[in-house]
C-alpha cells in the first residue's frame, strides 16, 4: 500500500488521553486530569436547546452561523475589552475553538512558514500549526517566571520563513495570565517583524487575580490578530461545541470559505443556546467562576503543603506544580501515582520540553474530590 499523509503520521497520539484511556479501567479514581467542568451546563441554557428542539431548529444556519450570536459575542468583547468587531465580516461562529484555531492556521500559513508557540502549551497546538502545512517553533517559559512570554526570547527565534505567533491566555496547562506590558511588547514584535498573532481566550472569563485583557485590543493589534473564544469552559458547555473567530475582514473571509466547504456551520441548537448564555446566564457564570476560585485557592494550598513548588495559577482550571524533588520525570510520577493511588494528572512533558518535571492538575472538579487528591498524593509523596 502507498504511505499515508507523512504529517499526520508523525504525529503521535495525544499525551492526555493515554493515561485516561488506563484511568478508564480503573476503580475509583479521582481524575484531575481532563479540562471539562464538572458543571452541568446551567438550566436556563439547556431550556434553550430544549426549545430550540421542540420548534424544529434541526436545520442549518448560515455558514457564519447565527446573526444575533455574532451580534452577541461582538457587543460582549466591546463591552468587556473594547475589542471591536463587525458582527456581519469579523465573526464567524465555529464548531468550537478547536475548528477555530484550525481556520486561522489554515488561512494564515503557507507550506514551510513557521509559527512561534510559547511553551508548555496545549497539546493541540503545535500538531495544528503542522497539519496546516506549518513548522511549529517551540519557545520555553519558566515557573520562576510564572511562566509569563519572554518576548526577547519570541524574537530571538524569529526567521525569514516566521509567520505568526501563537498563544493561549489564560494557559492550559500553567493556568498564567500574560500581562499587559507582554502582551503590548508582542504586538510591538509583530509590528517590527510583520507577523500575525493567534491567540486563544477561550478560559478569558476564568481569570482570578487582576483582569483579563483581549489581545485584539492592544493598539496595533487588530489588523494582525486573530482572536478565539468560545462557551466550553465558562459556560460549561463543551459537548455543544460552539465557538467564535473575530478577526479582521480579510482572515474572517477566508476562514468562512474553508468553514463553508468542511463544516458548514455550527449546530444550530448549540448556537441557540449560545444566545441563552450570553442574554441571561451571567449569574451563573459568576457562580461556577467564584467556585472555581475557592477550588483553586484550596487545592494551590493543599500542594504547597505537601511541598510542591505550585505557581499561582491566575487564570483557567489547572495547577501546575513541580515535582522535581521526587526524583521522578513527569510521565513516570503521573504513571506510578496512577498505579499506586488512583490519582489522574497529566505528565507536564506533553505540553512542550519546558512542561518537563512538572504535572497538570485540573481542579474542575468537586472540592470533597480534590481533598481525596490531596490525601492520596501525600501519601503517595511519602512512600517515594
Not at 475589552?81 to 503557507?110: F, H, K, M, W
Not at 472569563?205 to 485590543?217: F, I, M, Q, S, V
Not at 470559505?257 to 468542511?262: A, G, P, S
Request: aromatic fraction near 8%; proline fraction near 7%.
Amino acid at each position: 500500500m502507498r504511505p499515508l499523509n507523512e504529517t499526520i503520521t508523525a504525529c503521535p497520539p495525544s499525551g492526555i488521553r493515554r493515561f485516561f484511556d488506563i484511568a478508564a479501567e480503573m476503580d475509583d479514581v479521582v481524575s484531575l486530569g481532563v479540562g471539562e467542568p464538572d458543571f452541568v451546563t446551567p438550566w436556563r441554557i439547556r431550556e434553550a436547546g430544549i426549545y430550540a428542539l421542540e420548534h424544529g431548529h434541526t436545520t442549518y444556519t448560515g455558514n457564519a452561523g447565527l446573526p444575533e450570536l455574532r451580534r452577541l459575542i461582538c457587543d460582549d468583547l466591546a463591552r468587556r475589552y473594547d475589542a471591536r468587531y463587525t458582527p456581519d465580516r469579523e465573526c464567524l461562529i465555529t464548531t468550537g475553538v478547536s475548528e477555530g484555531l484550525d481556520l486561522a492556521l489554515r488561512v494564515l500559513l503557507n507550506p514551510g512558514e513557521e509559527v512561534i508557540v510559547p511553551e508548555p502549551c496545549y497539546v493541540a497546538y503545535q500538531p495544528c500549526v503542522s497539519f496546516a502545512g506549518g513548522i511549529p517553533v517551540g519557545v520555553p517559559t519558566r515557573a520562576e517566571d510564572g511562566f509569563a512570554i519572554d518576548v526577547d526570547a519570541v524574537e530571538a527565534a524569529v526567521t525569514d520563513r516566521t509567520k505568526a505567533i501563537l498563544i493561549g491566555s489564560p494557559a492550559n496547562p500553567t493556568g498564567a495570565v500574560q500581562p499587559p506590558a507582554v502582551l503590548r511588547a508582542l504586538v510591538a514584535l509583530a509590528e517590527r517583524h510583520d507577523l500575525y498573532l493567534v491567540s486563544d481566550e477561550i478560559y478569558d472569563r476564568l481569570t482570578y487575580t487582576g483582569t483579563h485583557h483581549c489581545l485584539g485590543a492592544v493598539p496595533g493589534a487588530r489588523e494582525r490578530t486573530v482572536v478565539l473564544g468560545g462557551f466550553s469552559k465558562a459556560q460549561a458547555m463543551t459537548g455543544w461545541r460552539v465557538g467564535w473567530l473575530a478577526a479582521p475582514g480579510p482572515i474572517a473571509d477566508l476562514a468562512l470559505r474553508v468553514h463553508q466547504y468542511t463544516m458548514l456551520c455550527a449546530p444550530h441548537v448549540s448556537q441557540v443556546a449560545a444566545v441563552e448564555a450570553l442574554r441571561a446566564a451571567e449569574g451563573d457564570v459568576a457562580e461556577m467562576v467564584a467556585d472555581y476560585d475557592r477550588r483553586r485557592r484550596v487545592f494551590v494550598k493543599g500542594l504547597r503543603e505537601l511541598g510542591l513548588e505550585c505557581p499561582e495559577p491566575a487564570g483557567a482550571f489547572y495547577a501546575f506544580p513541580s515535582i522535581r524533588s521526587s526524583g521522578l520525570d513527569s510521565e513516570t510520577f503521573a504513571e506510578r501515582l496512577l498505579k499506586a493511588e488512583s490519582v489522574a494528572v497529566v505528565p507536564g512533558g506533553v505540553f512542550g520540553p519546558s512542561g518537563e518535571g512538572h504535572i497538570r492538575c485540573s481542579y474542575a472538579t468537586a472540592l470533597p474530590q480534590l481533598e481525596v487528591a490531596l490525601e492520596r498524593m501525600g501519601r503517595f509523596l511519602s512512600s517515594l
